[in-house]
């Protein structure tokens, strides 16, 4: 098959997708369209030659496991204002995409989603959403699902002049990664705090605020597991880890909840050859580290999130993290653990975002930096 004609194969996928939400969007009913919606899809991804499905998946596909259609899940909501952010996604055909963060909409009785414009050629919307489920056993696909991606045209609706989106999440379908086991590695991304001079104990940064609070939130939502050595799993499950009795400490601030519910409902990895047992959604890794860590990375996902001191810096040595969050505050510790202490080899690194806090601390995102030969 040459590539022109493979071209062309997407291109009709493409055009078929952007003819589908039309009569979504033109539908009489919620309901009415849903059915029509799963018709289509199904269509496309049995017999279209641009289907994401494998042959071997083709054969035996029956038609996509969807729900009877649920009013109570659909919404027309504001996009409201939040603070700026980016985010690149390493994908399989198109390379690095990336995104910038233009607000939020609030899902009644449920919580928040981020609303990201794609921050390249032809712009668009783009709403993704994973829920508790996703990357566990009979549940949604581990890297979330897509609500809205205008650029390949699934759009539900919008009103221009109220700033309202449609957001229904019977619609909620996986991205085509989703079927293809050959998909690229899930991230390995770093993130701490540290001091001006490469402090990253604990509680040498200034305290947490609402900001910081809503930045490290988001962060943990963009990984759909955690990879923890025995101290830092230890640490954060002391502190994280929700009570038997359901019920948030009173010491906990409102502004706090959000980043305990997250933490504490997310796939955890703990790296401990002392270890017999482990809880708080986790489980233990044993054996050689660069190979358990590669092949957590073979798994469908959005993301791994790596904390601590001693394994990022073992991680870091195996050329393993694919990108480093570093939070600096305006602080000098003047002792205490410091950042990749231990690092075997030079690190050189490319800035791809900057972000200032109100408090004075700086985040600051790197990627490895491409060496060429000299």
């Excluded at 233009?102 to 032809?122: F, M, N, Q, T």
């Excluded at 540290?194 to 939130?217: I, K, N, Q, Y």
């Excluded at 600096?328 to 200032?356: I, N, S």
């Amino acid at each position: 098959m040459t590539n022109a004609q493979t071209a062309v194969e997407v291109v009709d996928w493409r055009r078929r997708v952007f003819a589908l939400y039309e009569a979504v969007r033109r539908a009489d009913s919620p309901e009415e369209a849903h059915g029509l919606w799963r018709i289509e899809r199904d269509e496309l991804l049995l017999r279209h030659p641009a289907t994401p499905l494998l042959p071997q998946d083709r054969a035996l596909f029956e038609g996509l496991p969807i729900a009877s259609y649920d009013p109570a899940w659909r919404f027309e909501l504001p996009i409201l204002d939040t603070d700026p952010a980016t985010f690149e996604f390493a994908t399989g055909t198109d390379g690095i995409v990336p995104f910038e963060r233009v607000g939020v909409v609030e899902i009644p009785d449920v919580g928040s989603l981020d609303v990201w414009r794609l921050a390249s050629y032809g712009g668009g919307l783009f709403v993704p959403v994973r829920d508790d489920s996703a990357g566990q056993s009979g549940g949604t696909y581990g890297g979330g699902r897509y609500l809205i991606d205008t650029i390949k045209g699934a759009d539900l609706g919008a009103d221009p002049r109220r700033g309202t989106l449609v957001l229904d999440f019977n619609f909620a379908y996986n991205p085509s990664c989703a079927y293809d086991p050959a998909a690229p590695m899930r991230p390995l991304r770093y993130a701490i705090n540290v001091t001006l001079d490469g402090c990253c104990h604990h509680e040498a940064g200034l305290p947490p605020d609402e900001e910081s609070m809503r930045f490290w939130t988001a962060e943990l939502q963009r990984a759909d597991a955690l990879l923890y050595g025995r101290v830092t799993y230890d640490m954060m499950r002391a502190a994280w880890r929700r009570p038997d009795s359901g019920v948030w400490p009173d010491w906990m601030e409102e502004w706090e909840t959000p980043f305990a519910e997250t933490i504490d409902r997310l796939p955890k990895y703990v790296v401990s050859a002392t270890l017999d047992a482990v809880d708080w959604n986790a489980d233990l890794v044993r054996g050689d580290l660069a190979e358990a860590v590669r092949r957590l990375k073979d798994q469908p996902g959005e993301g791994l999130s790596v904390g601590g001191v001693a394994l990022p810096a073992a991680l870091a040595d195996l050329g393993l993290i694919d990108e480093y969050l570093f939070v600096v505050h305006p602080v000098v510790a003047g002792h205490g653990p410091r950042l990749l202490d231990g690092v075997h080899e030079r690190l050189r690194l490319e800035l791809v975002e900057r972000r200032e806090f109100r408090s004075g601390a700086v985040a600051q995102r790197y990627r490895p930096a491409e060496v060429l030969p000299a």
